[in-house]
């Protein structure tokens, strides 16, 4: 049987960064487990630039981005297992994995790092009715075709949901020659950055109609058209504002989901309002020595922050390899509170945090000149100013040790105040 | 050995007309089944247990592409139907066939038994009735059970269920799986399988008939006629009409798997005038199956899905259970009754074409019944021939498919040395591997869309929805038939999926 300190599930982003960070800081032998036949994951078909601009301070594309972290995985001698699928992780940290060279195998570790990033939201998770042709595909589907395929995927347009692989579909084909009819969103505001909002929508005039659904797709087999309602302020379709918009193509970019079926099967305990494990500080989940980071755990936008997150999960598994990872002492919960949707990580133990504990968390809707507020308990603790926030864009809190070890409270909430002038 | 050949002949010289055709007709059948669903392949599989050149013309590209790929999947017990009825008759002479059936063509069949639930006392009269009409039909192993016992068989079941009919022979089955599974036995044992063939007329010659398509013609001896939504049309190309096939729609929930759980039996609610009410089950892969409605429309193509119905079907099944997890629903889906207005199964001899048989307006319990159609169909054939005995090698037994999640460690250890396609994972949701795919692919009656695939092995059906595979189940189905990826389809021809070559391709090909 194959042994390792570490072993990380997934080599995108995430997977690269943490298994980078466990090697270097003292785990002896890392293995990265890829299901594709190269590492980079979704990186490598995000041929757009945007990436980096935190952690190189440059502006890279996807596959740049990548390579920076494959090359120094490479000079780390990290042994990687690509074109190979895991499919089953226990509570003892066994993996039964198979590939076409090793055949099938149960390898154990000393530490398992989950970096499965998500998957999409597709046409029959948002219910919607009407035919089910050819021609309906999820946005980074399409991105996979054209990209990495080299083949396109429709000719006339219509583009449901406005994440940010969306957007950059819309971008990316209209640079082919399809013509993007529009893009609907179905609240009063888009779902992906607003950088990309405007390079990628309002360079290219393509229509983005806020507050317009789908209710229904036709065409016997292949879409031939949809049927388009303007929405309530709930998002609901309204009865009697439909109408047929001319298509041979829907592309759907309505949401993310974290990829936790392994998790689930390891007894890991989920989080509802993420969809990914419930982790600490040191990125480690409910079941001890798996840790998570990325998309697995929450859908993050920038990848320079799934890269920041992982670094933390593979050096924490590189300390409980080391038996240096504080596993009892004061717990602190976080909490969101009003207008926040979640908060990561959910628990917090002081006795790891080094120099500070960056929280992450969206918040529900659009606030404008409104405060981020820290409590601890009744007292506050920190209190941020914010011109602009929206549900599209991470925010992050940094909250320095010092504070933090001398909280009252063993709860850590924030909660957004609405500034009433 | 064709016994009918001197006739054959004798009718060509007789019909001077008929030399005009001759060039397009180019192959000669003993019997053509009409329809490639359940009861054609059934059809098909039972005539391949004879000496008989036999065809089975479907205009789909697939096995199982209309009412077949869109039902309940559920062996009735057979209590439903009127006494004395075709559907009475065939319900309880299918039921008990299906265990030697799925055992032999290696389908998975349960039988979990099935319960008909009563919210009062009008239901509970019902509930005798139904008990009652079981006793006349031959039914075996029916219990009526009050409150207690219905909730010690399915806990999870509302408060509100005074009682039921428990049926122990009812069972769940993947409709698909079992018409492919025919289809490809009948094709082992000779029958030959024409897809995107649309029969757009059928003559009637002395002795026999020449079924007419837009690519060819064929000229077969028997017609059987397993049109489904179409029966009535085919029926009228050759005899004069005497039925009319109207489509009926229902309307489904599927959920994620592992949520079939909820419930132990196929649970129904009392039925209604035309359907057997809204139901709720374990489909045989774990996933919880809700539905269907039951809606009259007037095109015979439309399976769409509709927001009303849909919540009728959802709050329909509230009724039986209010915890059903319908946030974990992976799909929903349309499919059509084909409903006679006769009312009940038509499967006979046509009066004006002797040879022409129809096996229509077969609609629930349609899939019950199919293999005890398919027999009776052949008995017909038989009283018309005079003459035909069973072929000594018929093969019952279809290949075993390896399901590799299913293997012990062992096994999948063993199997990957063997053959290392068996070590990718194509489909992450269901973990399906490349070997099983190219298998599918290659077996007879072998899958040649993005949709036949999903049909076989199940890549696309778990909760990505073929996101993930969808690109590398094309590049599969391309290298395994020779295509380019660009012509992989989804389901019918004009199902493309893909449009052409992106600019940078086109540069770096030199096109």
Same mark, same amino acid.
């Given at each position: 049987m194959e042994r390792f300190d570490v072993a990380v599930v997934g080599g995108g982003p995430a997977g690269l960064a943490a298994a980078i960070e466990a090697k270097k800081n003292g785990a002896e032998s890392v293995c990265v487990i890829e299901r594709d036949k190269e590492l980079g994951g979704i990186l490598q078909q995000c041929i757009h630039n945007g990436f980096g601009l935190q952690i190189f301070k440059e502006d890279l594309t996807g596959p740049e981005y990548a390579e920076r972290f494959i090359t120094e995985l490479k000079e780390q001698n990290i042994t990687c297992k690509l074109d190979t699928m895991v499919l089953s992780i226990d509570k003892d940290r066994n993996l039964d994995i198979v590939n076409t060279y090793d055949g099938y195998m149960r390898i154990k570790v000393k530490a398992i790092v989950l970096a499965m990033g998500c998957r999409e939201r597709t046409r029959e998770a948002i219910n919607i009715p009407g035919t089910r042709p050819s021609g309906v595909f999820t946005a980074g589907t399409a991105q996979r075709f054209l990209n990495i395929e080299g083949y396109l995927v429709g000719k006339k347009i219509m583009m449901l949901g406005t994440g940010d692989i969306g957007l950059i579909m819309a971008r990316r084909l209209t640079l082919e020659g399809a013509e993007v009819k529009a893009v609907l969103a179905r609240k009063g505001y888009p779902g992906g950055l607003m950088r990309n909002v405007a390079q990628c929508l309002y360079d290219?005039?393509?229509?983005?109609?806020?507050?317009? @659904?789908?209710? &229904?797709?036709?065409?016997?087999?292949?879409?031939?058209?949809?049927?388009?309602?303007?929405?309530?302020?709930?998002?609901?379709?309204?009865?009697?504002?439909?109408?047929?918009?001319?298509?041979? $193509?829907?592309l759907l970019s309505v949401g993310l989901i974290p990829e936790n079926e392994l998790s689930k099967e390891a007894g890991i305990e989920?989080?509802?309002? @993420?969809?990914?494990?419930?982790?600490?500080?040191?990125?480690?989940?409910?079941?001890?020595?798996?840790?998570?980071?990325?998309?697995?755990?929450?859908?993050?936008?920038?990848?320079?922050?799934?890269?920041?997150?992982?670094?933390r999960a593979g050096k924490s598994a590189a300390q409980f390899v080391?038996?240096?990872?504080?596993?009892?002492? @004061? $717990?602190?919960?976080?909490?969101?509170?009003?207008?926040?949707?979640?908060?990561?990580?959910?628990?917090?133990?002081?006795?790891?945090?080094?120099?500070?504990?960056?929280?992450?968390?969206?918040? $529900?809707?659009?606030? &404008?000149?409104?405060?981020?507020?820290?409590?601890s308990g009744n007292e506050v603790i920190k209190s941020i100013k914010k011109k602009q926030m929206t549900p599209g864009e991470m925010e992050r809190i940094r909250i320095p040790l010092n504070i933090l070890e001398n909280l009252n409270a063993d709860v850590l909430s924030v909660h957004v105040e609405r500034n009433n002038t | 050995m064709h016994v009918y050949s001197i006739n054959l002949l004798a009718i060509v010289y007789k019909a001077p007309y008929y030399r005009a055709y001759r060039k397009d007709l180019n192959l000669m059948y003993d019997a053509a089944v009409i329809g490639a669903g359940i009861i054609g392949t059934s059809v098909a599989r039972e005539l391949s247990k004879y000496p008989l050149k036999t065809a089975l013309i479907e205009k789909g590209s697939d096995v199982a592409v209309g009412t077949t790929k869109a039902n309940s999947g559920i062996i009735h017990a057979g209590y439903d139907a009127e006494p004395g009825t075709n559907k009475a008759k065939f319900n309880a002479l299918g039921n008990p066939m299906f265990d030697k059936l799925c055992?032999?063509?290696?389908?998975?069949?349960?039988?979990?038994?099935?319960?008909?639930?009563?919210?009062?006392?009008?239901?509970?009269?019902?509930?005798?009735?139904?008990?009652?009409?079981?006793?006349?039909?031959?039914?075996?192993?029916?219990?009526?059970?009050?409150?207690?016992?219905?909730?010690?068989?399915?806990?999870?079941?509302?408060?509100?269920?005074?009682?039921a009919l428990y049926a122990s022979t009812a069972g769940i089955i993947d409709p698909w799986e079992l018409a492919i599974a025919l289809a490809e036995?009948?094709?082992?044992?000779?029958?030959?399988?024409?897809?995107?063939?649309?029969?757009?007329?059928?003559?009637?010659?002395?002795?026999?008939?020449?079924?007419?398509?837009?690519?060819?013609?064929?000229?077969?001896?028997?017609?059987?006629?397993?049109?489904?939504?179409?029966?009535?049309e085919i029926n009228n190309m050759v005899a004069s009409p005497f039925f009319k096939i109207t489509p009926r729609r229902g309307q489904y929930f599927v959920l994620d798997k592992n949520t079939g759980k909820l419930v132990n039996t196929v649970v129904f609610q009392c039925p209604g005038k035309t359907s057997k009410g809204v139901l709720l089950t374990s489909s045989v892969h774990g996933n919880l199956l809700i539905g269907p409605d039951s809606q009259v429309l007037a095109d015979r193509e439309n399976v769409e899905t509709t927001a009303d119905r849909l919540k009728f079907v959802r709050e329909t099944a509230s009724k039986t259970c209010d915890n059903i997890p319908f946030n974990t629903t992976i799909k929903t889906f349309a499919g059509?009754?084909?409903?006679?207005?006769?009312?009940?199964?038509?499967?006979?001899?046509? &009066?004006?074409?002797?040879?022409?048989?129809?096996?229509?307006?077969?609609?629930?319990?349609?899939?019950?019944?199919?293999?005890?159609?398919?027999?009776?169909?052949?008995?017909?054939?038989?009283?018309?021939?005079?003459?035909?005995?069973?072929?000594?090698?018929?093969?019952?037994?279809r290949r075993k498919a390896v399901k590799f999640?299913?293997?012990?460690?062992?096994?999948?250890?063993?199997?990957?040395?063997?053959d290392p396609a068996y070590g990718r994972i194509i489909c992450r949701c269901e973990n399906i591997t490349e070997g099983e795919i190219i298998a599918a692919i290659r077996r007879k009656a072998g899958a040649t869309t993005l949709n036949g695939v999903k049909r076989r092995v199940r890549p696309g059906m778990g909760r990505c929805q073929g996101g993930f595979c969808g690109p590398r189940v094309m590049e599969i189905l391309a290298r395994e038939l020779g295509m380019d990826m660009k012509d992989i389809v989804k389901e019918e021809k004009e199902s493309y999926i893909l449009t052409g070559r992106t600019k940078g391709e086109q540069i770096y090909r030199g096109k």
């Open positions: 290219y005039n393509i229509p983005l109609m806020l507050r317009h @659904t789908i209710v &229904k797709v036709a065409g016997k087999d292949r879409v031939e058209g949809v049927l388009v309602a303007k929405t309530d302020e709930k998002s609901r379709p309204i009865p009697g504002t439909e109408e047929l918009y001319e298509c041979d $193509t829907l989920i989080d509802p309002a @993420t969809g990914g494990p419930v982790v600490n500080e040191s990125m480690e989940t409910s079941v001890g020595g798996i840790f998570a980071c990325g998309n697995v755990v929450h859908v993050h936008n920038l990848v320079d922050y799934v890269t920041e997150e992982s670094r080391a038996k240096e990872l504080a596993a009892d002492g @004061t $717990t602190i919960s976080t909490e969101s509170g009003a207008g926040i949707k979640y908060i990561v990580p959910q628990r917090i133990r002081p006795a790891n945090i080094r120099e500070r504990l960056d929280l992450y968390m969206r918040v $529900t809707g659009i606030f &404008k000149d409104s405060k981020l507020i820290v409590k | 055992s032999d063509l290696d389908v998975t069949f349960k039988r979990t038994g099935s319960l008909v639930i009563a919210f009062n006392s009008r239901d509970m009269e019902t509930v005798r009735e139904l008990y009652k009409r079981g006793l006349k039909n031959g039914i075996p192993e029916m219990h009526i059970l009050d409150d207690r016992e219905v909730k010690e068989i399915e806990p999870n079941l509302n408060n509100s269920i005074v009682g036995n009948a094709a082992e044992n000779g029958v030959e399988l024409l897809f995107n063939h649309k029969v757009t007329a059928i003559e009637k010659l002395k002795g026999s008939f020449i079924i007419r398509t837009p690519e060819t013609s064929f000229e077969s001896r028997y017609i059987v006629n397993c049109a489904g939504l179409y029966a009535d059509l009754r084909a409903t006679p207005d006769t009312g009940d199964f038509i499967i006979a001899e046509s &009066k004006d074409a002797p040879g022409f048989i129809n096996a229509a307006g077969i609609e629930s319990p349609g899939l019950s019944s199919a293999p005890a159609i398919a027999e009776y169909v052949v008995e017909l054939l038989k009283e018309r021939a005079g003459h035909f005995k069973a072929k000594k090698n018929f093969n019952p037994v999640m299913k293997l012990s460690f062992d096994e999948k250890v063993k199997l990957v040395q063997k």
